[in-house]
């Protein structure tokens, strides 16, 4: 029983602590509520809940399905970089006036949650292999004590991710923020890039593509930012000119 717990726990915080979508509108989220872990976590279990029910009762393979992985893939992975775009536009509200994106962080949960195809295959291979171990060595009556256990292991960490964040990040300044939400939707961007190739070249190593996908991302937001200062030696030019 306890070393049945103890793999569930071990499993269960090697995921949520695995850097992620769910992880990075965490961090985004927590620089206004420290309750935010809290709800992404509760959003979360809105997909995670049903879908161990479903990996119970052997439509776990489902996911495993070619076109159902390339459809996922290319749906959620298009969802989350649309997410990327928006908090990277949102960036300077939220740091200078403390408006929020336009979607919360119970709604974060679910879309991450939802939309992240290696999610949904993880368990329907480790996540599945997970749980019939842990039903096998306690019996079916486990199954609620399962679920409790691994979403507890999400609340936990996201709780503790959210409470950090939401203390600290007013020692950080303006700018600090708004670089730290410009890194987040670099990451969103980046995930859901990256699903949607693997999505299309399946099992096919895309290091160097990744890193182009992200090269290219990143060198769009720092031209979208003034960070790199062509903006204001222009309006100087301008000026000078105009004198």
């Known amino acids: 029983m306890l070393a049945a717990l103890g793999t569930v726990v071990i499993t269960s915080l090697s995921g949520v602590m695995m850097p992620g979508p769910m992880f990075t509108v965490t961090i985004a989220k927590s620089m206004k509520s420290p309750w935010a872990g809290v709800l992404v976590s509760l959003g979360h279990a809105v997909i995670e ?12 393979h489902f996911f495993q399905n070619e076109i159902v992985k390339l459809v996922l893939s290319v749906a959620g992975g298009g969802m989350i ?7 990277f536009r949102a960036r300077r509200k939220l740091a200078k006036e403390g408006k929020d994106t336009s979607y919360n962080a119970f709604v974060a949960g679910i879309l991450m949650s939802g939309l992240n195809p290696f999610f949904l295959v993880w368990w329907a291979t480790v996540g599945s292999l997970l749980l019939m171990s842990f039903i096998d060595a306690v019996g079916t009556w486990g199954m609620p004590f399962f679920i409790i256990v691994h979403w507890l292991c999400d609340l936990v960490w996201l ?28 990451a969103l961007l980046y995930f859901g890039g990256q699903f949607i190739v693997k999505g299309i070249i399946d099992n096919y190593q895309i290091d160097t593509l990744s890193l182009i996908l992200i090269s290219a991302a990143f060198i769009w937001l720092l031209i979208e930012t003034d960070y790199l200062l062509l903006k204001p030696l222009l309006r100087k030019n301008i000026n000078k000119k105009l004198k």
């Open 49 to 60: 809940v049903p879908l161990i029910l479903l990996v119970y009762f052997g439509l776990g």
């Open 159 to 186: 709780s503790l991710v959210s409470y950090t964040i939401y203390k600290t990040h007013r020692f950080w300044g303006e700018k600090v923020q708004e670089w730290i939400f410009i890194i987040l939707s670099l």
């Open 81 to 87: 970089v649309w997410m990327g775009v928006d908090l």
